[in-house]
Nanobody, 125 residues
Framework: QVQLVESGGGLVQTGASLRLSCAAS????????MGWFRQAPGKEREFVAA????????KHADSVKGRFTISRDNAKNTVYLQMNSLKPEDTAVYYC??????????????????WGQGTQVTVSS
């Protein structure tokens, strides 16, 4: 069992940057693949980025590639999402998720076992 707590969301203007953090409880964080998803009002939850347990490999959605970067610090039990050049269409609730079973850079929600409560990111134009 792992608990995930996101932080770092907020209201920013177009072009600004934010760094989201997701702190995980438990001793086995370094065994999990981690992912970030987002959900805008009236839309389905969508994949943003994923990272392997060691941090050696990552995957980013085409919509954020070149602007967002996922990373992790296993010593701090934390995964990050650095978001640069934010756009109004990035407005959503952002969720981090942990995968302890599938262990691949999954893009589907079903591939993740644990979820945080989400943090709101709002980008004004």
């Amino acid at each position: 069992q792992v608990q995930l707590v996101e932080s770092g969301g907020g209201l920013v203007q177009t072009g600004a940057s934010l760094r989201l953090s997701c702190a995980a409880s438990g001793r086995t964080f370094s065994n999990y693949y981690m992912g970030w998803f987002r959900q805008a009002p009236g839309k389905e939850r969508e994949f943003v980025a994923a990272i392997t347990s060691s941090g050696a490999r990552t995957k980013h959605a085409d919509s954020v590639k070149g602007r967002f970067t996922i990373s992790r610090d296993n010593a701090k039990n934390t995964v990050y999402l650095q978001m640069n050049s934010l756009k109004p269409e990035d407005t959503a609730v952002y969720y981090c998720a942990a995968d302890r079973t599938t262990l691949r850079l999954g893009v589907r929600s079903i591939e993740y076992d644990y979820w945080g409560q989400g943090t709101q990111v709002t980008v004004s134009s």
